[in-house]
């Protein structure tokens, strides 16, 4: 409900349903199933988002499972819903992964939420492997 009692969920299920039926079948599939990719993968496989000069595509990491029981819960991964992509901070993710993200040894100190230009401000390989992974996705 919002300030004056009215309730929302027949706004917000108007604007899915009108967003659904405008969506092409890849995009819906996108919505409803998003892609879950272990971005973590990235500081144990330096393979993994290089670019490819000849032909400019990018190793991508395989997909992980939709259900939360299936991703490691040291892992760090980026979920794409075909409108919005975001880092998923697992519970055990390991402190190197953090503060090379994020400049902060635990989750609990991300304080603010982190935006792409403050995480990806000062590039090293492994963060421009994540860009290059990320860009792909957006193209």
């Known amino acids: ?40 993968l990235c500081y144990e496989d330096a393979s993994i988002g290089q670019r ?4 400019g595509e990018v190793n991508m990491p395989d997909m ?8 490691d819960s040291k ?11 975001v880092i998923f901070v697992r519970n055990e993710t390991p402190s190197n992964i953090l503060m090379n993200l994020f400049g902060v040894e635990d989750r609990q100190f ?6 792409e230009d403050t ?11 994540i860009m290059n992974i990320i860009d792909s996705l957006r193209r």
Request: proline share 4%; glycine share 4%.
């Open 1 to 40: 409900k919002d300030e004056i009692d009215r309730r929302l969920d027949l706004d917000l299920s108007n604007f899915l349903r009108i967003k659904l039926q405008h969506m092409d079948i890849n995009e819906a599939m996108n919505f409803i199933l998003p892609k879950v990719f272990p971005l973590h």
């Open 75 to 85: 892992g760090l991964y980026l979920i794409d819903n075909g409108f919005l992509l």
């Open 110 to 115: 991300i304080t603010v939420i982190p935006t």
């Open 52 to 55: 490819n000069e000849e032909t």
């Open 119 to 129: 995480v990806f401000e000062n590039l090293d390989d492994t963060k421009e492997r």
């Open 64 to 71: 992980a499972g939709n259900s939360l029981s299936g991703l």
